[in-house]
């Protein structure tokens, strides 16, 4: 299984190597760091930046200085290794989590299976041949989870297990460091304790271990924050939400506008990504953008002052402001429930074709058969790993620690669904946890629980501490 993991990335980096705008600026503030040692994009300068968090970029930096400026493909294979590793992660946490509920063989069975599962998903392998934070992310994701897993097991010795939740921390501060929404990981960890401080008679230990958790995950944010505020004189202990400069102009009333239409990704391709710098065509914008003709017609005038010098002012940003607040005041329950709803329908099942050469309008059958061949194949694959998961949902109590997972789920989804450009990438991190499910059920509901000849009172706790 491990030849043909390596096998499947090997060929979409082979077949399907993708640099994306994002990885450009990823690049240019990389190469800027390596050979002028300033952490800024090109230009007058290059000047100081901080419209993405450091760690992507210092990433990319080494393997620069090691296999020469822009080798791309170093990148690619290193991230190959990478997502190897969370295959590997991925079973540990699978093994940990029923290693307490299940005897030894199934719990070895459904780690099998969760490393199987991850090794064999395209969606996971396909972003190994694109330089953006994702591989290393859901690495970083998975590896906090796990070891979050490790420190609650270890409870009765007290030191060790608050050793491994400042690795824990760790892990998370460093995926906060390739994307601000690394945190969600610290949200479901610590909402856990909490939880636990409140229902479990070990409160002091339980108390150490979320204070030895903060500080490890957030302490490190400390230099990023002080570069920031020296450099800029404001506090940036993160990123900007809109990836903008200090005291660059950002079209808030446009994003703002979308966001009371915006469902599916191909919106975000047609209209969002093109803002600023590119004619947008009005025929791309869905009819559920408009309530009526009155508004319509607005909509086409701002579009077509847009249009003469594909500039987005603050007097043009402002109308699209204007547009937005009336239809939420309109329909409130369609802005804050029904469209986010729709959203997270969309982010996880949709056929995550964003990264191959293939339509992101993945419905037009007549127009394009052959790329809705493959974008129906992608989508039933990824209907399939959800499905089992969901499935495994059912055996819930048979997975210790299933409402910190579960909880990181929500909270991802909830924190993807409201960001400017909600990617389905970016839903990524929670595929591990699907995997652990999806296994629990190949290997409890297919078989209809345990073997036979397997002693099923007895609880693999031999398992668990190796």
């Excluded at 994306?20 to 690049?27: K, M, N, Q, S």
């Excluded at 400026?69 to 590793?85: E, K, M, P, S, T």
């Excluded at 997270?344 to 964003?354: A, G, H, K, M, N």
Aim: overall charge neutral; aromatic content about 12%; hydrophobic content about 50%.
């Amino acid at each position: 299984m491990a030849v043909g993991a390596l096998a499947l990335r090997l060929f979409f980096v082979l077949r399907f190597p993708t640099v994306t705008p994002d990885g450009i600026v990823y690049a240019d503030l990389a190469k800027n760091w390596l050979l002028h040692g300033v952490y800024g994009m090109s230009g007058t300068g290059p000047s100081p930046s901080l419209i993405r968090m450091p760690g992507y970029p210092a990433f990319l930096a080494v393997l620069f200085a090691v296999f020469g400026a822009d080798h791309y493909n170093a990148i690619r294979f290193a991230q190959v290794l990478i997502d190897l590793g969370t295959c590997l992660v991925t079973a540990d946490l699978a093994r940990r989590v029923v290693a307490n509920s299940l005897p030894v063989a199934s719990s070895q069975r459904v780690a099998r299976w969760a490393f199987a599962l991850t090794a064999l998903c395209p969606f996971l392998a396909n972003y190994t041949a694109v330089p953006l934070t994702e591989t290393p992310a859901i690495f970083l994701a998975v590896l906090a989870l796990d070891l979050a897993v490790a420190a609650l097991q270890r409870e009765p010795a007290a030191g060790a297990s608050l050793r491994v939740w400042a690795a824990c921390g760790l892990a998370i501060a460093a995926g906060i460091y390739l994307r601000p929404d690394g945190g969600a990981v610290l949200i479901a960890v610590g909402g856990y304790l909490l939880y636990r401080l409140g229902c479990k008679p070990e409160r002091s230990r339980t108390l150490w271990a979320g204070v030895v958790l903060g500080v490890f995950a957030l302490g490190p944010l400390a230099p990023w924050a002080i570069r920031n505020w020296r450099e800029f004189h404001r506090f940036e202990p993160l990123a900007p939400t809109h990836s903008g400069e200090p005291g660059e102009y950002y079209a808030i009333g446009f994003d703002h506008w979308t966001h009371t239409w915006l469902v599916d990704y191909a919106s975000v391709e047609d209209i969002s990504f093109r803002m600023d710098g590119t004619e947008i065509d009005l025929a791309t914008v869905p009819n559920r953008a408009f309530d009526n003709d009155a508004e319509r017609n607005r909509t086409a005038q701002l579009f077509e002052v847009y249009n003469q010098d594909v500039t987005m002012t603050p007097q043009l940003d402002a109308q699209f402001e204007q547009l937005a607040r009336k239809r939420i005041q309109r329909k409130p329950l369609r802005y804050y429930l029904e469209l986010p709803c729709l959203r997270v329908v969309d982010l996880w099942f949709r056929p995550r074709t964003e990264m191959l050469p293939v339509d992101s309008h993945w419905w037009r059958f007549r127009e394009d058969p052959e790329d809705f061949s493959w974008s129906l194949l992608l989508a039933g694959i990824n209907l399939g790993f959800v499905a089992l998961a969901v499935l495994g949902t059912l055996g819930w109590r048979k997975i210790h620690y299933a409402a910190m997972l579960g909880g990181f789920v929500v909270v991802r989804t909830v924190i993807v669904t409201v960001l400017t450009y909600p990617e389905p990438r970016y839903v990524l991190q929670c595929y591990p946890v699907v995997m652990v499910f999806a296994a629990l059920a190949l290997v409890v509901f297919r078989s209809g629980g345990p073997s036979a000849n397997e002693s099923s009172g007895q609880p693999a706790q031999e398992s668990a501490r190796k």
